[in-house]
């Protein structure tokens, strides 16, 4: 079957028991939002046990605090009421496979999908590739507790983030679904 049809019909399903769920208000319940990898392997729902309505979910490669995923934490306390962050990167993160002139490179090259091969991503596809990949900064991982205490660094550092609001730094490890502390980034972001 299709994507598009398997998808569909999923939903087709979904909304034949949604229920109740018709009546949660917009404010997320348990007041929280995670920042987290956007990695298919990862479910926000599952490993943190969330439910629909209870929490704000902002995800995209890496999970790192782009000015981007600051516009969504800001519109989830200033307009939604949220009172605590996490930020969640992982072990086996794309993101630490290559570098901005990695990327630059790869797109410069064509904009096929590239392998993942033992010396990292290579590209075999046919041109023209683009040069517009070297205006963007990629946000890539050099070492995860590192990008975590960045992160939550730059998020509670930021003028629009209020000092009570506790920012959590994690690493979910995709071996066995756990969450560990990153205590300097939990240390870093705790409320003043
Ligand atoms: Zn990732």
New binding site residues.
Partial sequence: MPVLDEVLSANAAYAESFGDKSELPLPPARGFAILT???ARLDPAKYAGLSEGDAHVIRN???RASDDAIRSLVISYKLLGTKEWFVI??TN???EFFTDGVMRGLLANSLETAALGEAGFEDFGTGPGSAEAKYIDWLTIADQAESVLEDVTRIKAHPLVPNEIPVYGYIYDVATGRLSEVPEATAAGASL
């Fill in positions: 990898c956007m990695d490669a890496g999970g990167h992982h993160c794309g993101m």
